[in-house]
């Protein structure tokens, strides 16, 4: 069997590979939108540092006995926000994997709900980002508005991807 025909199919192997793809790249383009707004949007005070880099300098810390350099923070907080935003992005595919139409309210619901899990509960709680009651509103806001579009663009990424797979011929 050839890989379009294999996509063309509705069996469990054919969608959870449709959703799993689908959901990886959308969660690549919503990670790229949700960066590009965050240059933007201040979503964090000027001297704090985000929890990616924070994760990325202590990983860097125990391999090689030191911090990542100044210069290289956007870069590093890169290597972990694509990987985990295509992991979720993946995770959600897989969840919509029979869905073959986009709904831009599932992907408003997948942005602020990923909002909440990181930046109001568990980011906080392992002490990488300052408790919600210590943020400014508005950088609050800017964050959920950056997430909504995380989540927006993912879905209407694996909604398209998913539907080019599923009709795709050669």
């Known amino acids: 069997m050839n890989l379009p025909a294999f996509f063309q199919k509705n069996t469990f ?5 449709r959703g799993l793809i689908a959901g990886f790249l959308g969660g690549l383009a919503g990670t790229a939108v949700k960066s590009l707004v965050e240059n933007y949007l201040p979503v964090r005070k000027i001297e704090q540092r985000s929890a990616q880099i924070k994760i990325v300098d202590d990983l860097s810390t125990m ?8 210069q290289n923070e956007a870069l590093a907080e890169q290597l972990v926000s694509f990987p985990f935003g295509a992991s979720l992005g993946a995770a959600y595919g897989y969840g919509k994997k029979d869905k ?3 709904n831009i309210t599932d992907g408003v619901i997948l942005g602020a709900s990923t909002w909440f899990s990181t930046h109001e509960t568990s980011l906080p709680m392992m002490g990488l980002e300052p408790k919600p009651t210590d943020v400014p509103l508005k950088m609050q806001a800017n964050e959920l508005f950056a997430h909504v579009l995380f989540g927006i663009t993912t879905e209407v990424v694996r909604s398209l991807v998913n539907q080019r797979l599923k009709r795709q011929r050669y």
Do not use: E
Request: hydrophobic share 20%; aromatic share 6%.
């Open 13 to 17: 192997a054919s969608s959870t590979s």
């Open 63 to 70: 391999i090689t006995g030191t911090p990542i350099s100044h």
């Open 100 to 102: 073959d139409d986009y």
